[in-house]
């Protein structure tokens, strides 16, 4: 019976140890030192290696880190085969996370296959998302089809996408977007255009306006407003910097023949991203 109790003692503390290991992991991750945090979560996996919460965790890290500009070609490619590795594991351990299926599908879609991209198994976790989300699967089929220039099928997907799911305007953006691909600028101005008219915060779309204005060389004065009121709110990191923006409102003014205010643009968008080249080679250009 001493036995038995103190056998329950040790479990329970070896639990709650691991438990806090856990949420100084978290806490680690949520500072932002996701090397820390990885080495953590290890030590933990070592003893608990089909725990969910760990294997998401540690695969959120190592996605972190793969995105950090400063970590190089080679460190990079070595952090997605990790993060891919432990979301794999996510994805096994829960059938129904749309999440991890997603990092996965776009982690082996876009990538060359030296660095690990694989179409086949990009379409086997899109095909599992359609099962779990039709919507989100649609979502992405349509951006893998653009990006294939698969327009025409894209197209027809996204038209079946406004019939299902008519509240969701995101898809005139991806329309927008296909259509400029095209260089069919006119239908993508409506496009993006309708994204608007249907979500006054669709930042990409005004964006984009600016930047179909440039490829045309058409809509120059709906560019300018667009691209006007986009710098006016500050972007998330999906988004392209307000420096770009700058660069594109300059395209547009030295269309217009404005000069002064091309330069100025181009010295405004410099201010934020001392290191933009499009601004610098621009500048460099008509001054």
Same mark, same amino acid.
């Given at each position: 019976?001493? +036995?038995?109790?103190?056998?329950? @003692? !040790?479990?329970? *503390?070896?639990?709650?140890?691991? *438990? ?6 978290? #806490? @680690?991750?949520? =500072?932002? &030192? ?6 953590? /979560?290890?030590?933990?996996? &070592? ?5 969910? %919460?760990? +294997?998401?965790?540690? *695969? ?6 793969? =995105? ?13 085969? #990790?993060?891919? $590795? ?26 060359? &296959? !030296?660095?690990?991209?694989?179409? $086949? ?11 779990? %989300?039709? #919507? ?9 089809? !653009? ?32 259509? =400029?691909q095209k260089e069919d600028y006119t239908k993508a101005f409506e496009a993006f255009e309708t994204n608007l008219e249907k979500d006054n915060e669709a930042w990409s779309a005004l964006y984009q306006i600016g930047r179909t204005a440039v490829f045309s060389e058409t809509n120059l004065d709906r560019g300018v407003e667009c691209l006007t009121q986009y710098l006016n709110h500050e972007p998330d990191e999906n988004n392209p910097g307000l420096d770009?923006? +700058? ?7 030295? /269309? ?5 205010? *091309? ?7 410099? #201010? !934020?991203?001392?290191?933009? &080249?499009?601004?610098?080679?621009? @500048?460099?250009?008509? $001054?």
């Open positions: 019976m001493k +036995n038995l109790a103190l056998s329950v @003692l !040790i479990i329970a *503390a070896a639990t709650l140890l691991m *438990a806090a290991t856990f949420e100084e992991a978290s #806490k @680690l991750y949520e =500072q932002e &030192k996701y090397e820390e945090s990885i080495d953590m /979560l290890k030590v933990l996996l &070592k003893q608990e290696k089909n725990n969910l %919460s760990y +294997n998401r965790l540690i *695969a959120d890290a190592y996605f972190k880190l793969s =995105q950090n500009p400063e970590a190089g070609m080679m460190k990079a490619m070595g952090y997605l085969k #990790k993060y891919k $590795k432990y979301f794999e594991k996510v994805a096994e351990l829960d059938p129904s996370d749309i999440e991890s299926r997603e990092t996965l599908a776009f982690s082996y879609f876009f990538p060359p &296959k !030296i660095a690990g991209g694989n179409k $086949k198994k990009a379409r086997a976790y899109l095909a599992e998302i359609k099962q779990l %989300s039709p #919507k989100r699967g649609m979502n992405i089929e349509i951006e893998f089809l !653009i990006y294939e220039k698969e327009f025409e099928q894209a197209e027809n997907i996204c038209h079946e996408y406004i019939r299902k799911f008519p509240e969701d305007s995101n898809v005139y953006y991806s329309l927008g977007m296909l259509y =400029q770009s923006a +700058n660069w594109r409102l300059g395209l547009i003014c030295e /269309l217009q023949g404005k000069i002064d205010q *091309a330069i100025l643009a181009y010295e405004s968008g410099l #201010k !934020i991203n001392p290191e933009n &080249k499009e601004c610098k080679k621009s @500048l460099k250009k008509i $001054k």
